[in-house]
Nanobody
């Protein structure tokens, strides 16, 4: 089992940047694929970016390609990051970190563990 805690959200102007972090508990962090998802008010939770156990496989949603970068630190920090650049108002939402055993998936329902989320608000 793994527990996830997100941080780094906040209010930023359009065009700005934020870096989200997700700290994972447990000594088997490197056994889990990790992902970032988001949910805007009144909308369903959606895939943003996912990364495989080793970091060798990464998928991005088309809406964030070229602007967001997902990375992970398996060595000691047990963390996954989401660097968000050139933010847009449509990036506003609660961002969730997720984990699953096995390959990374872009479908929300395939993920087993979720953090509480961190709010990201991008003003125009």
């Amino acid at each position: 089992q793994v527990q996830l805690v997100e941080s780094g959200g906040g209010l930023v102007q359009a065009g700005g940047s934020l870096r989200l972090s997700c700290a994972a508990s447990g000594r088997t962090f490197s056994s889990y694929a990790m992902g970032w998802f988001r949910q805007a008010p009144g909308k369903e939770r959606e895939f943003v970016a996912v990364i495989s156990l080793s970091g060798g496989t990464i998928y991005y949603a088309d809406s964030v390609k070229g602007r967001f970068t997902i990375s992970r630190d398996n060595a000691a920090k047990n963390k996954v990051y989401l660097q968000m650049n050139t933010l847009k108002p449509e990036d506003t939402g609660v961002y969730y970190c997720a984990a699953r055993l096995g390959a990374p998936k872009v479908v929300v329902t395939f993920w087993d563990y979720w953090g509480q989320g961190t709010q990201v608000t991008v003003s125009s």
